[in-house]
């Protein structure tokens, strides 16, 4: 079973922030926070992970507690093609098999 | 940028046929991936390969199915005697080598047993 625990879905105006929180409370020392998203249908698509800091690239910033129990995914300017379910995974080991929840369905408006 | 590729896009197929779903993962990649997703429900993982031997598989992955790197480019996924259930789209993946890598996906082989 999935490690994280993530809202079921959201709303975010376009052109507006959108923060997607997640829930890991049992995160081991050796496990990174990842963040995939997939667009109806396609291929899940990378788009960060952290291990204890904070980290930022050209597609999100992700935000992870100092205990790390916890981390939002940052969307600085949302678009309407941002809609999407994004998924919080916990993994160890190189390598590792990704064990997908049901994400958060995030619905970017106009 | 590179990308993982996968044929068909769509497959048919009458129960208890044979399948192989072809995937071409990036060229420098040394970790390989089969996960699925029944429609409606969440991407699930099959079987992860590396160093031409399954390294994990889920227990969805019975003898049902099988996994070969058979020319060193191509990763396919053979599904024999399909089922009603075998429904879904099924996605490939891979990684570079070196630890906590992501994985990048491919768009995808829908397969439709009939």
């Known amino acids: 079973d999935a490690k994280t625990t993530q809202p079921t879905s959201m709303d975010c105006a376009e052109g507006r922030a959108a923060n997607l929180p997640c829930n890991h409370s049992?995160?081991?020392?050796?496990?990174?926070v990842y963040w995939y998203r997939q667009i109806h249908s396609q291929g899940p698509q990378y788009i960060i992970h952290?291990?204890?800091n904070n980290e930022t690239n050209e597609m999100a910033s992700l935000i992870i507690t100092e205990d790390r129990k916890s981390s939002t995914l940052i969307l600085p300017h949302a678009t309407l093609r941002d809609t999407a379910v994004y998924y919080c995974?916990?993994?160890?080991?190189?390598?590792?098999?990704?064990?997908f929840g049901q994400g958060t369905e995030l619905s970017v408006k106009p | 940028e590179p990308e993982v590729t996968q044929t068909p896009s769509h497959q048919v197929t009458q129960m208890g046929q044979e399948v192989i779903l072809r995937c071409v993962p990036i060229?420098?990649?040394?970790?390989f991936y089969w996960y699925r997703q029944i429609l409606g429900q969440k991407v699930e993982f099959l079987v992860s390969?590396?160093?031409?031997?399954?390294?994990?598989k889920s227990e969805i992955f019975d003898d049902q199915f099988s996994v070969e790197r058979p020319d060193g480019s191509n990763f396919t996924l053979k599904i024999r005697s399909t089922k009603l259930e075998d429904s879904a789209m099924y996605f490939c993946?891979?990684?570079?080598?070196?630890?906590?890598?992501?994985?990048?996906f491919g768009p995808g082989t829908r397969l439709t047993v009939l």
């Open positions: 993946a891979s990684s570079e080598p070196g630890g906590y890598n992501e994985q990048f």
């Open positions: 049992t995160i081991s020392g050796n496990e990174y």
């Open positions: 952290g291990l204890k």
């Open positions: 995974i916990v993994q160890s080991n190189q390598g590792g098999k990704l064990i």
């Open positions: 060229s420098n990649h040394l970790y």
């Open positions: 390969f590396y160093n031409n031997e399954i390294s994990e």
